[in-house]
Each structure stands twice: as C-alpha cells, then as structure tokens.
C-alpha cells in the first residue's frame, strides 16, 4: 500500500503538511556517495607533510543542510558555520585520519610524524568538543550524519549524547571535518560545537527535546538496518530530573490498542551531553506502523509526579515507501 492512498484517512490535513514540508526539505539533501573524489576543493595529503585539505562548498553546504534536516524535524533553530570553524573542525578529521584511529581529545594516540605539534594539538582541543566517528567509504550523507543522530553505532551502547549534541538547543553555529585517506576503507569526521563550552547560554527553562518528537516523525529514524545495533529512543531535559523510583517507559500503539514496557532504561544526569541536565534513554520491543499513532509516557521523575507524556505519529520520508 502507498502512503499517498491512505494519507487522508491517517494523517490530518496540519500533519500531512508537515509531512510534506520534511519530505521536500529531504529530497534537497544529496544522495550521493562521497569519498575523497568527490568531497574535497583541496584533497588531503599524508605525506611528508600533513595537508589536512579542504571540503567542497558543495558538499559543505549538503552536510550544514543534513545537520539542519534533523534540527527542524525537531522544532529547533538552524545552526550556521561559526569563522574557521570548518577548518578547525578539518584538521582534526585529518589528524584522526593521519593516526587512523579517533579518541576524544586524541587520548591514548601517538602523534604521526606527518603532523605537526600544533596541528595535532588543534585536533586534541577541537575533538573535545565534538562528536567523532568513523566513516565507511564511500558514504552518503545519511549516513555521515544519520548515524550521529540514530546513535546506534555508539561505542558506549545506547548513550545517545552525539544525538543531544545535534539536537541541542544551546547550540548555534558548527565547523564540519572529514578526511579520507586516498585507498582507505575508513574516513573520519568531526562536528564541532563551537559554543558548547558556553555554560551560561543553557536556558534557564524546562525544554525538552523527544526522539521522535511529538507530531509526526520519520519512521527511518528509529529503523536500524543491523539487527544488533537497534535505534534507542530519548527524552533530553534541560532540567535537571529526580526519581521516585524506578524510571519507566511505556509505550502505547493507541491505533492497535497494545501496550509494552520498554527495555533498558537509563536516566543520565552526569554527563551533559547537549548541555542537557538529564537524558532518558530507552527501547522500545512495539512495531512501529506508518499513520499509528503512539503515546509515550514516562513514570517515575519527581518534576512530573503524574508521569510526563506525548504522543506521535511516524511517516515515511521517501513518497511510495511501503505502509
């Protein structure tokens, strides 16, 4: 069945706008595969000498564009290129590259001679301050960015903090690295969060970013292609959340009428990731069908003693896409 033949029985007519509005603004987004032919005015070099390169407008403007997609799903502000910050962002791409290995902080790695102390020193400041990770080649966008915002990749399991980072509402301008090494099987990127050591610019109010979000929400946003990597769901609070208790989540398909408890539920309060003060993270085992509409309730926080809850409706981003 196609979506288009059954979108004025499930969706109303605001949410079908919405629809319509996130599926143009994804049909913007390049589809392409990008690997060091295609993605660079200057490619990097690794020889005597590190060269750490410079991305294309092009592809520049189609990452700023991916990052803002996930933004405006969400309600948040688009986020700008902060000055040099695409450069500092691409030395410490390169860097990873160079070493082939990634660590916040390039901890624990050797510098190779190819780069210089202070271009490996730049790299260890600015990956503090970013999420990292390392790419397949070559790579689509989707998958450049989309795994930073699925988070299933994440080293540390169902930590979602380099999704609260691209979703962060403190957040305002960005530089954005990747570095390929020529033949390489993996590239390295690094988004940079220019402000994100700014304390003081976390609003002083309850904010709340859902993932998915309430309203409708992109059904290949909690899908995973790997069956041992499955997307974790989250709720970022910029206040701080006590319990009293056991923190439960449970989620209702209130078209089929079923409800479940989901699986591994952590509450953070420690790490801040986004500049958020607690991020619940859990999974879900419920179907997700298009045009059902979910509830999602969370128990146990003593900022909301009568549980706090929303309710969404997923899509599917590609017109035609199968119900």
Excluded: C
Excluded at 207 to 212: D, L, M, R, T
Excluded at 306 to 320: I, T
């Amino acid at each position: 069945m196609h979506i288009s033949s059954v979108s004025a029985a499930t969706y109303t007519s605001a949410e079908q706008r919405q629809i319509n509005k996130q599926r143009k603004m994804y049909q913007k987004i390049s589809q392409r595969e990008y690997d060091d032919h295609n993605s660079y005015a200057q490619r990097p070099s690794f020889k005597k000498h590190l060269v750490v390169g410079k991305l294309s407008n092009h592809y520049q403007t189609q990452l700023l564009a991916s990052l803002n997609f996930y933004r405006q799903i969400e309600g948040l502000p688009t986020v700008y290129y902060g000055f040099n910050a695409n450069q500092q962002a691409q030395t410490a791409a390169a860097d990873m590259a160079a070493a082939n290995n990634f660590q916040h902080g390039l901890k624990g790695i050797t510098r190779p001679d190819v780069v210089s102390q202070r271009q490996w020193q730049e790299g260890q400041q600015i990956t503090l301050n970013s999420n990292i990770g390392e790419m397949n080649v070559p790579e689509r966008l989707d998958a450049t960015m989309g795994n930073y915002i699925r988070d299933n990749f994440n080293v540390e399991g169902n930590n979602t903090g380099h999704r609260a980072w691209l979703l962060s509402p403190i957040v305002h301008s960005v530089g954005i690295g990747v570095a390929h090494r020529p033949n390489a099987t993996f590239a390295y990127s690094d988004i940079y969060f220019t402000d994100q050591a700014q304390r003081a610019v976390t609003p002083n109010r309850a904010v709340v970013i859902n993932y998915p979000t309430t309203g409708v929400f992109p059904k290949e946003l909690l899908t995973s292609d790997v069956k041992n990597r499955p997307v974790y769901w989250s709720s970022a609070f910029t206040m701080e959340q006590g319990t009293t208790g056991r923190v439960q989540v449970q989620v209702t398909d209130l078209t089929a009428k079923r409800t479940v408890n989901a699986a591994h539920v952590n509450l953070d309060h420690t790490n801040h990731f986004g500049q958020f003060a607690s991020i619940i993270t859990y999974r879900p085992s419920l179907k997700i069908v298009n045009g059902h509409q979910y509830r999602v309730r969370l128990t146990g926080l003593t900022q909301y003693p009568k549980g706090y809850q929303y309710e969404f409706k997923p899509f599917s981003l590609v017109r035609g896409a199968s119900h």
